[in-house]
Structures are given as C-alpha cells and as structure tokens.
C-alpha cells in the first residue's frame, strides 16, 4: 500500500493572477502528484484549509482510494460545498488522479477511458472599444486558427473601464450594455458572415425580465451559445427563457452544489455546463458531471479563465479530449513565464489544445520559480460592479 506521506501548499503570481498548487508526497519517494487549487480571490483561505486541517486527515491515506478519499474530505467538517473547501479539496483530487496515472504509466485521458478526439477545439476571447477594434481581434483569432470567439465591445457596454469617483467601482449600465451588444452583433454577422461560431458572456447582470426580452432578442444571430444570462440565484427564469428562445444557453462557471446543476441538466434547460472544476472539488465529481450530462443531451464546456492554473488546464484537456459529449473548451493565452514555472503545459496549435503523453496530468510544477512570484491581498474591481445610481450588482 503507497501512502500519503506529506501535503504541501504553494501560492504563486507570475502573471498578477494568484494560483495556487498542492503537492501530494507519498510512502514512495519518487512519487508524488500536483493539484489546482485556485480561487484567486480567497487563496489564502484555501492554503488555511489545506495546512490546517486536510493534511492532518489526510497524511497515511491509501493513494489509490480516490473516491473514499473524496467522500470522507467533503464531509469531514461536516458543512460542505463552500467554494474555498471545494478548492482545496480541488487541489488534493488532482494530485491524486496525477499519482494515479503515474502509477499506472498512463496519462489521465487513458484512465478515463481513452481519446474521443485527436484533439481539443478552444474558443478564444476577443474584444474591442468599438465594433471596427473588435473585428480587427477577431480577424487576429482567425488568423491563429480559432474558430469560435467570445465577443465583446467595451465601450458603451458593460463598462469596466468607467469607474465612479466615489467609490472607486466599476458602473454597468443594463440599457446601454443590451443595445450596444445587439449593435455589435448586427455588425460582426454583416462583416464575417455565418462562418463563424461567436460567443457571448453577460456576466449575469441583468435583471430577469432584462434577461428574458434580450435572450430573445439574440436568436437572430445564431450563437454558439448565450452564457450567464442568469446569475445561480434566479436559475427558475431559464424555464421563461427556454419558452422564448432558441438560442443555446451555458451556464455553471459559479456552481458549487450538485443542486444548483442537476436540475439544470435533467430538465435540459441548458446546452453547456460551464463549471469551474476547481470549485466544485477536482476530476471525481467532474467526470460524473459528464455522465450526467451525456444522458440529457447537454455538452462540456469548462471554465477556462486565467485564473486557473495550467495543472487545473491540463485537467480540462484531459476530461475534454476523454468525453463524448465535449462541447468546447475556453482558452486564454497562458504566458511563457507561466509555462517555464508549469513544464508540460497543454501545447495550443491551430485552435487546438493537445495534452502530452506524460503519465498523470502530465504537469510539474517549477517550485523555487514559483517563489519568485509573491501572490497579494486585494479585492478585483470588477467584482464590485454597481449601477449608475450605486446600487451593487452580481459581478
């Protein structure tokens, strides 16, 4: 029996973006595996919950029994499926499956049940001050072989870059912002044609009834998908939404509960789930989300941002390129200072994401590099979003 011998806990920054990463040490002294744990927001939260109490539960535990180990950590403080608990558990799951695979000489996409794809198609952000700057990014992610492009027009929109004076927050204006989408989707289709999968993220700000009409409204532009049109809270108005409108919707990137996505997928009210598997514990629940929604019919579609780690990418590619019912998968340029600390990083190629053929999540972790990038303590402006009169609203 190969046990867990130690757990530590890094925190690193190199890109400003705070990551953090759990390794797992076993009875082997070779052998050990790499998690994500990220929630940049609250990392020092999550590195607490690790050293505090996870490591004491954990150290002489059987590595191989992922699914008790699972299990026993989600109820071991009783209360569950808080999002910085969620994340260290994240972290300890993944190294878990990294050990596994290194174990068994097979990268993850083989313990999973092999390849379904040669490859992982990605969807890439742009966006623009106006519609003409907005173009020009996307005619750059065709040139880089994306095919599939979240779009966004900054100005007039939902303003990041207009702060109040006196709060120091960013101010959204819901009227100007549906306009101006509209706008810049009449201009992109006019301009590119049908040939061209485009995307869309509302950030959930607006007000259902908002929701409702402005859904309907972006039917004619045959979305890939609609994201976020609603925050969790009022996730019973995509019942008003699916009655009016065709347009594919995804959702999920906040989602911590199995209750907040089983009734979304069973009663098929959405097309993509969009969790962020960090934040909802790591690959043992993620590859049940899969079966899941194989069954009703609803695709992947993993949240991607930079705030994850490449071993938390790595985990994405992994369960993308392993499921028949993959969708797409969110990317954003991960810099090569980034890559220098996390060796083994999904190569990117055409649109394409490819995971190596290293055992495991195929990732290490570069840990004295890490060092050299102190992670900080702030509140992100943009999760402070108000309304023009200051009323606070869902980032």
């Known amino acids: 029996m190969i046990t867990i011998r130690d757990v530590k806990v890094y925190a690193t920054a190199p890109d400003n973006v705070n990551l953090t990463v759990v390794k797992i040490l076993t009875s082997e002294p070779e052998l050990y595996g790499y998690g994500c744990a990220t929630f940049t927001q609250r990392h020092v939260a999550v590195i607490s919950i690790i050293k505090n109490y996870l490591k004491q539960f954990l150290v002489g535990k059987d590595v191989s ?5 699972w299990n026993s950590t989600m109820t071991s403080g009783y209360w569950r499926n808080g999002p910085e608990f969620n994340n260290a558990l994240s972290g300890i799951d993944m190294a878990l499956w990294d050990i596994k695979g290194k174990m068994a000489k097979l990268p993850l996409f083989q313990l ?24 020009d990014n996307i005619n750059k992610m065709l040139e ?35 306009k101006s989408t ?17 995307i869309h993220d509302v950030h959930e700000r607006l007000d259902p009834t908002d929701a409702v009409g402005f859904a309907k409204k972006l039917e004619r532009f045959d979305l890939f998908y609609l994201e976020d049109i609603l ?7 995509l019942y ?81 390129i392993s499921s028949i019912n993959f969708g797409i998968q969110e990317w954003q340029k991960i810099s090569e200072k980034t890559r220098e600390i996390f ?24 840990e004295k590099l890490a060092e050299t990038y102190p992670t900080s303590v702030s509140i992100a402006n943009w999760t402070s979003t108000r309304l023009q009169d200051g009323t606070s609203i869902k980032p």
């Open 182 to 198: 509209i706008n810049m989707f009449e201009y992109l289709r006019s301009y590119f044609g049908e040939d061209i999968e485009l």
């Open 343 to 366: 060796p083994g990083t999904p190569e990117v190629k055409n649109g394409l994401a490819y995971p190596n053929n290293k055992p495991g999540l195929g990732i290490e972790f570069n």
């Open 231 to 237: 925050p969790p809270e009022q996730k019973d108005w």
């Open 144 to 178: 880089k072989g994306f095919k599939h492009i979240r779009c966004k027009v900054t100005k007039g929109s939902d303003t990041n870059k207009s702060i109040d004076s006196r709060t120091s927050q960013s101010n959204f204006h819901p009227k100007s912002y549906m």
């Open 240 to 320: 008003r939404i699916r009655q009016t409108t065709t347009t594919p919707l995804a959702m999920g990137e906040l989602f911590n509960n199995p209750s907040e996505w089983v009734p979304l997928i069973s009663k098929r009210l959405i097309d993509f789930i969009r969790i962020h598997i960090t934040q909802i514990g790591g690959i043992t629940p993620a590859k049940k989300i899969v079966s899941l929604c194989e069954t009703f019919g609803v695709k992947t579609a993993w949240h991607g941002p930079i705030d994850l780690s490449p071993i938390g990418h790595a985990a994405n590619i992994h369960l993308d």
């Open 65 to 69: 029994q992922i699914e008790d180990i």
């Open 112 to 135: 999973l049940g092999g390849k379904c794809r040669f490859a992982v198609p990605l969807y890439c952000h742009a966006e623009g001050e106006d519609n003409e700057n907005l173009r």
